[in-house]
């Protein structure tokens, strides 16, 4: 029997198929089956990464345009029902915090507003039957006043004109704050500012006798505030085509050839025929006060006397002196006994058997004295301080105190700083007109020492004038006296008020002003008589040291011996008193500083210290 041997490629093959494929040309590498990998395939491509649940897929190279579909899918496996809550709950959230945010600024600037204008209120007092308004316009124009107000320490007068000018315009509009007010006949028009129909004002007295005394002394306090606002706009212009108000020297035109230049950083200068002037003249609202029906007799001798300042101010002095005659005039006329030989109407001279004086007269004549010593016609300013002296010093004494009221309790404390800061205070009340006599108190007293430092002042001064040597002394050292007199008398009686009087800011004013003008008198006084001293010491020395011989010496002794003996009675004495002077003026100067803080602190509400282009 034959056995047939298998064949070589069978048993080749079967052993082949015993082993793994061999595939080292077609893998990278072996993989060991221990090694936990994520790829699961064997194969040459990039293998598929794995996403986390719900991936959006970013942006590639090249990105496919999102279908409405796809998007609507994407949008609704992002905005779940959990997340929808939440987003709901955050956006209500955020929203009633954000309203509560507005609330509360808004409640706090609503706040501040009213704070501010109960504070304004408090320091500028306005009518009560005034709209709001007219007492924001009042209330603003006496706030720009102050230096302290603007930022840069410079007045805003236009603004302020402005403000003063449209509250006269609806004080006189019988629709507005002017009800019952008769308009003289023609001056019921209107004017047109800037294509805009703007009320305007009369130019001519008003009949305010039928409207209340607090309207009537809002509306003097008004028109007395825009005069002050045009005489600092005496000489102001404004620009038509921008609304701009500044000083005629940079005006360009022909009244103007050669402008001065603007200040670095203002706006252009404005051409004079876009040029109008930036106020009503000052005696338009004067006139208003000195011919209106209402008004009592210290207002209207206020205004003529502030008047005829403005016009010694621009130059009109014969002007200003029959405007001077007219308010003596004027507060004779208002005096109960008549004014048969109160006043000497020639020379403004007190009689001294005049039986009635007024607060107005005195006032009058002062003011008169005072002109004539500003013209340098001392002779005749003289006699009337003289006599103004004379009046104030038989003027009767005030009745006797009364006993000081009991200190209140802590509680009474508490409740009447609760009604203070709740309750507005009311109205001041109606001052003085004027014409009652006026009583010896310490501000008549301070006034007293006011027309002694003038009397002083004028004595000195016509010391000036004198040819002889001997008088110019006695007047320099009568005068000095007077002036030390006063400066003796009102710092006395400041000091003496201590604590009582603190409301009576006019009375301390009074008081510290002539204090301080008089310690200022004082030591001009002391410094001029101290270089006289030194010029007759050198003079003297000078001759006798130049004569060449016992003649000539002789000669110029004797000629000395004529001259100031100051020197030669105390060689110190100017000396020693100007370093008294400068040692008091310390104290005075404190003393003042005091005043103004106290004053500072007393006139603030809460108790504390609270389109102009250049000029």
Known sequence: MVISKPSSAQIIWSRRLLRPPNLRGQLHGLRPFTQNSQLLIVSTTNPRPELPYLYIPSTTRFPQPISNSQYQNQLARFLTTERKQRIKSETKLTLKYLFYVHVGLVSFGLLVALISIEVDERTYQTPPEWTFRSRSLYRAAHKFEEPDFASSGVVDWPDIDNNYTSLISRLEDPDLDGKDLQLPAGDQDRVWVFGIRKLGFTR????????????????YATLMGA?????????????????MSCPRKYMIGPSNPRPTPVPYGSAAAPLEENCDPASEPPQTFYTKI?????????????????????????????????????????????????ANNTVDTQTGIINPDATYVSNNLLNATNALAVHHAQMNNLSAALPIFLSILRARKQLSLPPFPESPPEEPTTVQKILSFVKWVLVSPSYPPRPPTGDE???????????ESAIMAYIGEIIFASSQVDNKNQDITQKQVAGLSWTRDAVDISEATLTTMGQNDLDDFDKRQVCADCLKTGMDNWSTMIRKMLDDQQKVTSTKQGKVNDGWNWFWSEQHSKATDQGPKVAEQDEGRWERELALVNERMTGVERLL??????????????????GMIFG
């Open 204 to 219: 001519k007295g008003l009949d305010i006798s039928m409207k209340s005394e607090e309207w009537r002394r809002g509306y």
């Open 227 to 243: 005069a002050r606002a045009a005489e600092h706009l005496d000489d102001w212009v404004m620009d038509r085509t921008r609304g």
């Open 290 to 338: 000195l011919t209106s029906t209402g008004f009592s007799t210290g207002q209207r001798l206020d205004a003529a006397l502030a008047y005829a300042d403005y016009l010694d101010w621009k130059g009109l002095h014969e002007s200003a002196e029959d405007m001077f005659d007219w308010g003596l005039d004027m507060a004779m006329g208002a005096l109960p006994t008549g």
């Open 437 to 447: 006599a006026p009583i010896r108190s310490p501000k008549a007293i301070c006034e």
């Open 593 to 610: 500083e005091q005043e103004e803080n106290l004053k500072k602190a007393r006139t603030s509400p809460w108790g504390f210290g609270t």
